[in-house]
């Protein structure tokens, strides 16, 4: 499923917002196949794709983890840094080589509580991006699950 552009950084954030948040990026590269975190563990940084993909995956019982998406330029990579418990949801891993700028979670949160308008647009944002993963989530979820009702009826 291709990255929706309406999520993309560079759409859903106000030029002005965007810059304040960039402000606290440093870029970074990772190599093909680098897990970036992993579902379950500590939420306390984010990216955003400058160069490269990155798939989303999630544990689902007696499955090779299936890919919910995969993102490229200007996408969000992590939503769990943003709401507790602060825990990732899905696993990400670099599918190509990575470009993307990282954010410490704490020092955007604090941003967002210091400043309530960029705390709103970047809610919305995180927002956004959530209910469409979590949309991905849900139709994989039941692609998986008519291929597997598929598969024990032929047997």
């Known amino acids: 499923m ?5 999520l ?7 030029q ?5 948040l960039l402000h606290f990026g440093r870029e ?7 897990w970036l975190f992993e579902e379950g563990g500590h939420a306390d940084r984010f990216w955003i794709i400058q160069h490269g993909t990155v798939a989303l995956d999630m ?11 995969t993102l490229g330029v200007g996408d969000l990579v992590g939503w769990s840094w ?6 990732w949801q899905l696993s990400a891993a670099t599918v190509t080589q990575v470009q993307a ?4 979670a704490v020092a955007v949160r604090l941003l967002c509580l210091d400043d309530a308008e960029f705390g709103r647009t970047v809610e919305h944002w995180v927002g956004r991006v959530l209910a469409h993963r979590l949309n991905a989530a849900r139709a ?7 291929t597997r009702e598929r598969e024990e009826r032929d047997a």
């Open 2 to 6: 291709p990255p929706s552009m309406a």
């Open 8 to 14: 993309r950084v560079n759409h859903a954030l106000p």
């Open 16 to 20: 002005v917002h965007r810059e304040r």
């Open 28 to 34: 970074v590269r990772f190599a093909p196949d680098t």
């Open 59 to 69: 544990q689902v019982p007696d499955r090779r983890p299936p890919v919910v998406e």
């Open 82 to 87: 943003l709401y507790e418990p602060y825990a």
């Open 101 to 104: 700028y990282e954010f410490d």
């Open 140 to 146: 994989l979820l039941v692609g998986l699950r008519t």
